[in-house]
């Protein structure tokens, strides 16, 4: 059995318990969010893959969600897709302190609940609840 972890600060009470994250989501606080940031969920397989969902709270009201496959073993990502809200935004880029994502990537609260929840139920599959867009296909900007 594979194991979780979860390198947000309180959120979570430290946990990847579903039951425990969906406040965090559902009963969205942008001032919580504030504080917390962002961080991200880790499932270590029994294969010595990591899949890791890496949630930024963008701008008052909204989420990145990426997620990636490490092999352990090759310490390289097999594959690193964004969930995608709207493929007509996908060369919009928005900033914000230092980090650049594509507007066409930014969810909701429920929006990102659902991603997140079905990582914390089977974080080897990507959620078929959203599109995804490989990181290869964005149109990133050079910096």
């Known amino acids: 059995m594979g ?3 979860n390198t947000f600060l309180s959120f979570g009470e430290g946990s990847c318990d579903p039951a425990k994250w969906r406040s965090h989501f559902l009963e969205y606080s942008p ?3 504030k504080v917390e940031g962002g961080g991200v969920l880790q499932y270590h397989s029994d294969e010595g893959k990591e ?3 890496i949630i930024v709270h963008w701008a008052d ?5 990426q997620l990636a496959c490490r092999n352990l073993s090759t310490n390289r990502f097999d594959w690193c897709k964004f969930a995608l809200a709207s493929m007509d935004k996908l060369d919009q880029f ?6 650049c994502y594509p507007a066409g990537c930014l969810h909701t609260a429920s929006e990102a ?12 599959h990507p959620s078929d609840r959203t599109q995804w867009v490989d990181d290869a296909a964005i149109p990133w900007p050079e910096l």
């Open 61 to 65: 009201s909204a989420f990145i969600l």
């Open 31 to 33: 001032e919580e969010w």
């Open 51 to 53: 899949y890791a969902l």
């Open 94 to 99: 928005e900033q914000q302190d230092d980090l």
């Open 3 to 5: 194991v979780f972890r």
């Open 113 to 124: 609940w659902l991603v997140v929840e079905d990582f914390l139920d089977q974080p080897q």
